[in-house]
């Protein structure tokens, strides 16, 4: 147990001196783990009076469903939310690590956080990992300068856009978009459409599923509706119920004896130095 | 130049799921309807079942139109033993062909899961498992398809089938009503329904018995 835990690259980031051995071991017909996918529908939209967020709350492994009421849409600052798709560690760990950054910031330069600041922090280290963090994200907020809206690929592309949509439902999704978005929405329209798109990628995406989360942002304040809408209840569940017995099988019963116990005889010759 | 490989495939998966459970006196076979490819859904309204005979009923998850291509088979099969016997096919009988037919194209097989349920000769429930290479056992239920991981352990929590390997051959079939087998069976597609995205949207069953064949249909998650 002398050898030491992997070698860490002095300047951070991946060591990749595993790759080789893995891809030995895959083709010796080793099962390599597979990751929690969020395979989502996540969308953004500008408004009158700021940002809404959406997203649906589905998080997926391969064919089954791991979790059917995940939380997609991240804090970052108390005026700026982010949805993320992909993997599901990666959004989660990105997001935080931001986040910390950003309040960090806040108590050095005693101001309100910006977009483009989480923007910038959040596209910089994407693009440090080239592809690797697989994080593709909807970044909304309002601050100083006004509502923004932003979309980040996992390369640490961003776009600047006034509606957007990623994940595996972002075609569902941008359909509704593109048919009945306009500018200037009320918060009620706002909320309706984004409602509409992210049902739009529940119902007809396979990787996006059960409930829709929204959040509304505004100057200085801000709505998180969790489970704002919630289309998919189990359809039955059966009145009698089922049981699941207890009991195990007993298949085998053999006794063992133990050893006969060693006995002491008082009164033996003491032990001398 | 490198070694090319061949990317295109001949087979794709719809998914679905399908179940049959055998009873003393009748078969429960079901299916759900929806037909997808990858992560897009191609149909909520797709029926894996048919009847091959008037006792046989067949439920088949996979690549479907491999499925429809081995139903017509089988339909043009049971036609000229009908010209061939003045009978209809008994669903042992029709079992056994199934695994015929499946094994003609081991070597460019049928992407085809399937269960064959219906009444054998004294009236009793029969349920037939396959592979897609026609490998085939008479069990007392079963389940095919994307969800049948989740159904299956389930089932046998449930309905205990005993050994065929015992001798005497203990009965397969489950002493379950029909309605208890019916509610057995929506509630495992509700369950699988929530947990696979590739079986969803509407069931369809089928119960055959004494008098005849009764279908029913419940709404699934569209999700």
């Known amino acids: ?273 | 130049m490198p070694i090319q490989q061949a990317n295109w495939s001949p087979y794709d998966n719809n998914g679905g799921t399908c179940v049959a459970i055998a009873g003393a006196d009748y078969c429960v076979i079901a299916a759900d309807t929806r037909m997808s490819t990858g992560y897009n859904i191609l149909t909520r309204d797709y029926s894996k079942i048919i009847q091959l005979a008037d006792k046989s009923v067949m439920a088949s998850s996979g690549f479907q139109a491999d499925v429809r291509a081995l139903q017509k088979v089988l339909e043009a099969r049971h036609l000229v033993y009908q010209h061939q016997h003045n009978k209809q096919m008994s669903c042992p009988a029709m079992a056994q062909l199934l695994s015929n037919t499946l094994y003609y194209k081991r070597f460019f097989p049928y992407y085809s899961f399937n269960v064959l349920g219906g009444l054998d000769s004294e009236g009793k429930g029969c349920v037939f498992t396959y592979d897609a290479v026609g490998s085939y056992e008479r069990v007392g239920y079963s389940s095919q398809g994307s969800g049948s991981t989740l159904i299956m352990p389930f089932l046998d929590n449930q309905l205990k089938s005993p050994s065929p390997l015992l001798l005497p051959a203990k009965d397969a079939v489950t002493p379950l009503s029909e309605s208890e087998a019916v509610d057995l069976v929506k509630t495992c597609f509700a369950s699988a329904t929530e947990r696979d995205i590739y079986t969803g949207d509407k069931l369809e069953i089928l119960v055959l018995n004494a008098e005849g064949i009764r279908r029913e249909y419940m709404e699934l998650r569209k999700d």
Do not use: W
């Open chain 1, 1 to 273: 147990m002398s050898k030491a835990a992997i070698e860490v690259p002095p300047k951070g980031g991946f060591s990749f001196d595993l790759c080789r051995r893995n891809e030995m071991l895959v083709k010796k017909g080793l099962n390599a783990p597979s990751f929690l996918k969020t395979g989502t529908t996540i969308v953004g939209l500008v408004f009158q009076d700021g940002v809404i967020l959406g997203a649906d709350t589905r998080a997926t492994e391969g064919p089954i469903v791991a979790d059917k009421n995940c939380e997609k849409i991240h804090y970052i600052a108390p005026n700026i939310y982010c949805c993320g798709a992909g993997t599901a560690a990666d959004t989660e760990a990105v997001t935080d690590m931001v986040s910390s950054q950003l309040t960090l910031h806040r108590h050095h330069t005693g101001r309100e956080s910006r977009v483009v600041t989480a923007l910038t922090l959040l596209k910089s280290h994407l693009f440090s990992y080239q592809g690797y963090v697989s994080a593709a994200l909807v970044l909304g907020g309002v601050d100083f300068t006004g509502p923004h809206l932003h979309t980040i690929y996992p390369h640490g592309s961003t776009d600047t856009l006034p509606f957007a949509t990623m994940g595996s439902g972002s075609l569902a999704a941008m359909a509704v978009f593109e048919s009945k978005y306009r500018e200037g929405l009320t918060r009620d329209e706002g909320v309706q459409l984004v409602a509409e798109a992210i049902s739009s990628g529940i119902f007809n995406d396979l990787g996006s599923g059960s409930n829709v989360d929204i959040c509304v942002l505004t100057k200085g304040h801000k709505e998180y509706l969790r489970n704002h809408l919630q289309p998919n209840p189990r359809t039955y569940i059966s009145e009698k119920g089922y049981s699941f017995s207890k009991k195990t099988e007993v298949l085998l019963t053999k006794i063992t004896p133990l050893r006969d116990s060693v006995h002491i005889i008082e009164g033996g010759d003491e032990m001398e130095e």
